[in-house]
């Protein structure tokens, strides 16, 4: 009987030191991870992947903010070519008194404001895109900014000017 309990003991020592061994083992695999194993919602399923934190991108917005862009972009080169026939403001000043000086910043105004515009309107419009929020609206704004920009270049070079009118 001795003998048996010798071999029963051999049999769950071993059995014990292969298990140990195998934990052991494990706990070194799972040492060096830095995050948690998938917890797997049933046998044999494969974990669903966490939500992302940004939305999709939506293609519709962001196709329609590029082709308004562009369109701003055609609306501040006129805006600009407009704003260099400010100039003529000062036609009738050889025979009135005329403020030279308002002149000069209203035909400014119609060559850079638009420009100024613009680019406030690409780097909102980028910022909103990379953050995926709606953007189309940005260039709508950005062109009645530009119009804005030039009618109050009109209104700086026509007031320089006495007894004009817009």
Not at 45 to 62: G, N, Q
Not at 74 to 79: E, N, Q
Not at 93 to 109: A, P, Q, S
């Amino acid at each position: 009987m001795t003998r048996t309990r010798s071999l029963t003991s051999d049999k769950s020592t071993w059995t014990r030191r292969r298990r140990l061994l195998a934990e052991v083992r494990a706990r070194r695999y799972h040492a060096g991870m830095t995050t948690p194993e998938p917890q797997l919602s049933a046998p044999g399923w494969a974990a669903s992947a966490p939500p992302s934190a940004k939305p999709p991108v939506k293609v519709l917005d962001l196709v329609i903010t590029i082709v308004l862009l562009v369109a701003d972009a055609v609306l501040a080169t006129l805006a600009s070519f407009m704003g260099i026939f400010l100039v003529m403001a000062s036609d009738s000043c050889g025979v009135r008194d005329c403020n030279v000086d308002l002149i000069t910043l209203g035909w400014l105004m119609g060559m850079i404001l638009p420009w100024v515009m613009l680019v406030a309107t690409v780097v909102v419009a980028i910022v909103l895109m990379v953050k995926r929020r709606l953007a189309f609206w940005v260039p709508l704004a950005g062109a009645a900014l530009i119009v804005l920009s030039l009618v109050a270049a009109f209104l700086v070079a026509s007031a320089a000017v006495p007894g004009s009118t817009l």
